[in-house]
C-alpha cells in the first residue's frame, strides 16, 4: 500500500501570509494526488485534484503543484475561513490513502 | 447533493446499513465512494461502486463490506458487519467528479456509528 506522509502536523500562521503544506508518497504516484479541506464538525471540501487541477469554485489563492512522489499544497494569502485541517489523498492504486493531515491554526 | 441516514448505535459483532440518498442527479451516473473518520482521527477509503455497478473494497474490509444502491429511490448503501469497537467512526459517502473518478467531490453530511456493548 502506498503511505501519505504530510508535513508539517500542524502549522500556525497570519492573515496574509503564505503557507506551505508538503505531501510525499511512499513511492511514486505521478500525478495522481488531491487535496482537500475539512472544517470541524463537517465533511472534507475537494480543494485540487490530480496535483494542480483546481476545483471549480475554490478560490485561486489555493494551488498544488508536484509530482512522483514529493508534492505541495500553497496558499498565497490566507484567509480567516482558510483555517483547517488539510489532507492529502493519492489516487494511483486502492487502497486510496490519506495524509494523517495537517492543521492550520491562527497565530 | 447527498443526504445520508442519521447516527447508529450497535453492538460488537452487528451490522449496519448507512445509506446516501443522492439529490439532482442520479446516483448510477458517477463512482460513489464511501471514507470513513475515526474520533479525532484522519480518514480512510473504504472503498467504490462505479456506475455500472462494479465495486472495489479496500483489502482491510473485504468480507465484511457491501456497496449497494436502489436506483428507484435513487440511494447508495454501506453495509459493514462483524462491527468491533475500532469500527466507531464518522462513515461518509462522496461522488467523484465526472471526468475523473477518484476525487471526490460532493460529500454527504456523515453518520455516526458507534459500537459499544
Known amino acids: 500500500d502506498v503511505q501519505m506522509t504530510q508535513s508539517p502536523s500542524s502549522l500556525s500562521a497570519s492573515v496574509g501570509d503564505r503557507v506551505t503544506i508538503t505531501c510525499r508518497a511512499s513511492?511514486?504516484?505521478?500525478?495522481?494526488l488531491n487535496w482537500y479541506q475539512q472544517k470541524p464538525g463537517n465533511a472534507p471540501n475537494l480543494l485540487i485534484y490530480?496535483?494542480?487541477n483546481l476545483q471549480t469554485g475554490v478560490p485561486s489563492r489555493f494551488s498544488g503543484s508536484g509530482s512522483g512522489t514529493d508534492f505541495t499544497l500553497t496558499i498565497s494569502s490566507l484567509q480567516p475561513e482558510d483555517f483547517a485541517t488539510y489532507f492529502c489523498?493519492?489516487?494511483?492504486?486502492?487502497?486510496?490513502?490519506f495524509g494523517q493531515g495537517t492543521r492550520l491554526e491562527i497565530k | 447533493q447527498l443526504m445520508q441516514s442519521g447516527a447508529e448505535v450497535k453492538k460488537p459483532g452487528a451490522s449496519v446499513k448507512v445509506s446516501c440518498k443522492a439529490s439532482?442527479?442520479?446516483?448510477?451516473?458517477?463512482?460513489m465512494h464511501w471514507v470513513r473518520q475515526a474520533p479525532g482521527q484522519g480518514l480512510e477509503w473504504m472503498g467504490w461502486?462505479?456506475?455500472?455497478?462494479?465495486?472495489n473494497y479496500a483489502q482491510k474490509f473485504r468480507g465484511r463490506v457491501t456497496m449497494t444502491r436502489d436506483t428507484s429511490v435513487n440511494t447508495a448503501y454501506m453495509e459493514l458487519s462483524s462491527l468491533r469497537s475500532d469500527d466507531t467512526a464518522v462513515y461518509y459517502c462522496?461522488?467523484?467528479?465526472?471526468?475523473?473518478?477518484?476525487?471526490?467531490?460532493?460529500w454527504g453530511q456523515g453518520t455516526t456509528v458507534t459500537v459499544s456493548s
Open positions: 462522496a461522488k467523484a467528479r465526472t471526468d475523473y473518478y477518484y476525487a471526490m467531490d460532493v
Open positions: 489523498q493519492q489516487s494511483y492504486s486502492t487502497p486510496y490513502s
Open positions: 439532482g442527479d442520479t446516483v448510477t451516473g458517477y463512482y
Open positions: 461502486m462505479n456506475p455500472h455497478s462494479g465495486t
Open positions: 490530480t496535483a494542480y
Open positions: 513511492q511514486s504516484i505521478s500525478s495522481f
